[in-house]
């Protein structure tokens, strides 16, 4: 959890919305009733929670927990700063497929350097990743910069979150609908008029590239956007992609209030789910909030329960991620538990996933569990066995039966799940 | 986050108080003011928080959200159960060294099974867990049915709770603080005169069971929990374990609600930190509030955090446990960085851990970096090694350099990277 003032204001109004309040603890013992109820009654008139009722509040991202913890640590961090960081994070919204009130982010951001490079490198990070995960991924790139410029050149400067908010949704709406949002937000018709053209942008990332050089030509931070773009686009073209596919996409906005440069997003080109999985982006003034200027940083986060809802729908996880139990032991009653036990022990320590079935009840229902969690092997050793020191090895997918001595278990199932 | 009603009443009046909550999202838009301003009374009025103003909160342990887990999927899990679990958890608590707000907590527990073989697994889990991290551990074993026999004995069996929160305190606390203690809760003094001779037992384990086997002769309840703690430090002796010792403790209680067999505690044997860290027990009834009756689980807890601390005082992450970057490729700017790119990418899919740095600043500030970030090795690849074909490489640590053939770094470093 963060301060909330740490987290408002940084994601938008929509995102101010979706942060997760923790009432603050012991609020009633602190304070005497009437001093509670005129703080909630403050809170109440303000349509904001006081912070008398609430002061601290989920993460809803890692990038401004990140930023705020390299200004609090800046006198212990090498600048500039490279960290990766794996952790839940909350959005207070209605829970959907692919959308999730609790979910894992897995950042990697470089903080402290203005060079492009860090841009390519990130691309290629992700393009590695995903090639890694076996994933074929689109990855867009725009750059906030371009679309300062677009607000600028249509003289609606001021307009510019209105214009990106309504943009963004030109990939799942149609451009009348777009035509219809910018004009409610107050857009003058000319101005309208003058993005229009941006709506049937086509071609390769060149083409797309040399029209809006000649669209943002005055526009100076429009034409700063494309150059950077340009750059990282040549940069990826002439070093290559393992697997992902990369494109300029002009539409894509984000909602975060902290891009500045260049942003990302990446979506799955295969299965159903065409959901975004990782995006990120480059963030001039985030540390600036915090005290600490001029250091601009950018990252990349990778949503861990979407890749893996994608990674599940495409059959993707190899059999050998499944770590299940490869061999239980039926369970005899006391006599047999400390030398069925030591025996475990051994097998464990040389790398065996073996069970022992807990309670001595009858060998058809320890014989029902192995088959229901799909354990491959059941060995038995009742007093019989252990007197002969011969046991018995039932194979549960081919119902075959193997008698072994004990001391060669070990050596037995090495060479059986080798195979397996 | 859970229900708040699924945490409630689990882990005792101080768990209550320590449970972070979270204010109803959107709360001030979906109803009238006045609406909220009554729900508020409410629960102001009750001293608690009425569900109009927070329904969830976070999870105070991963044992009880298990539980609501278990009967949530009753009909897609196997019985017996098994499951381990690493997340985070909070506690509204005044942070301190030791102590977080935040933590995360390892959990494995077997539900569905009353065999006692379930409890001598765990501690051999335990038992394996420590030896492998390196850290000598005291484990401590009780048994809830023993504290109740204590209370049946001294006839307060009402006051249970209020005994074995206090005879809890004997090991930071006085014998006469503790009496004192037991008579402000209103416990007799024949009650108290009964409690005496617990406060004395000395000697081997056996030597205490055999002592409560003779103090909890006329209770039903406390010779099954002496009988249970026999049996299963009598398999542990009989079994050893690698590293652990183990020792009976009638006076370790264990703030939660809701164990009813086995209790375990794990202290760290060295150094400073002699805090728990690592817990668990046996709980019949759980599932019950949830719907599912006669499911006795039992489980044990690791506190990642405090282990690391443990860990961190003792020096026990080997130098292997950094993997920190180990060549550094200085930057000369645009024409140097495509090659040295590609040559980065080949070197990072052949597993060393190489960066380049970010931006063509000057070479001292680089070295800097590489200093600051102890980075054993720098290479220098500017466009007249890139025409030889031979790069220099520096030795940071002895400044030792090198001229090496391009094509050749690779070897290079598997050679100098597998002796440091």
């Not at 030591?342 to 069970?355: F, H, I, K, Y």
Request: charged share 25%; hydrophobic share 40%.
């Amino acid at each position: 959890m963060e301060n909330i003032e740490t987290l408002t204001g940084k994601y938008g109004d929509e995102g101010d919305q979706l942060l997760f309040k923790i009432l603050n603890s012991r609020m009633y013992e602190s304070k005497s009733k009437d001093k509670i109820r005129a703080d909630f009654e403050t809170s109440l008139e303000k349509n904001i929670n006081s912070e008398n009722l609430t002061e601290k509040a989920l993460r809803y991202d890692l990038t401004v927990p990140f930023a705020r913890y390299v200004v609090q640590h800046r006198n212990e961090i090498t600048i500039p700063f490279k960290r990766f960081q794996i952790q839940p994070v909350w959005r207070a919204d209605k829970p959907q497929k692919g959308r999730y009130r609790e979910f894992f982010q897995c950042d990697a951001d470089v903080i402290g350097s203005n060079s492009l490079n860090n841009e390519i490198e990130l691309i290629h990070l992700t393009d590695d990743v995903f090639a890694e995960l076996g994933i074929s991924v689109l990855i867009k790139v725009n750059n906030r910069k371009i679309l300062s410029g677009i607000a600028e050149i249509c003289g609606a400067a001021d307009k510019i979150t209105d214009i990106t908010v309504a943009i963004d949704k030109l990939d799942k709406t149609s451009v009348d609908a777009v035509i219809t949002e910018l004009t409610s937000k107050g857009i003058a018709e000319t101005s309208v008029e003058k993005i229009k053209p941006l709506f049937a942008i086509k071609g390769n990332a060149a083409e797309k590239i040399s029209f809006l050089k000649a669209y943002l030509k005055d526009s100076a931070i429009g034409l700063a956007g494309v150059n950077e773009l340009e750059y990282v686009l040549n940069a990826i073209e002439k070093e290559g992609l393992k697997k992902a596919t990369i494109e300029p996409d002009i539409t894509l906005a984000r909602g975060l209030n902290y891009y500045t440069g260049a942003i990302f997003e990446v979506k799955s080109m295969s299965g159903e789910l065409k959901v975004s999985i990782c995006g990120g982006g480059r963030y001039d003034d985030l540390t600036g909030i915090f005290g600490w200027k001029d250091m601009s940083g950018v990252g990349i986060s990778f949503g861990a329960d979407r890749i893996y809802d994608v990674m599940n729908e495409l059959n993707l996880f190899p059999a050998a991620a499944n770590k299940g139990t490869q061999v239980l032991f039926v369970n005899f009653g006391n006599d047999e538990e400390i030398f069925t036990r030591a025996l475990l022990s051994q097998l464990r320590d040389n790398g065996l996933r073996v069970e022992f079935y807990p309670d001595s009840v009858k060998m058809a229902r320890q014989m029902k569990y192995a088959n229901d969690r799909k354990i491959p092997f059941v060995v038995i050793i009742g007093s019989n066995e252990r007197l002969s020191g011969i046991c018995q090895i039932k194979n549960m997918e081919t119902g075959e039966q193997s008698s072994i001595a004990i001391k060669d278990i070990q050596t037995f199932f090495a060479d059986k799940l080798k195979q397996a």
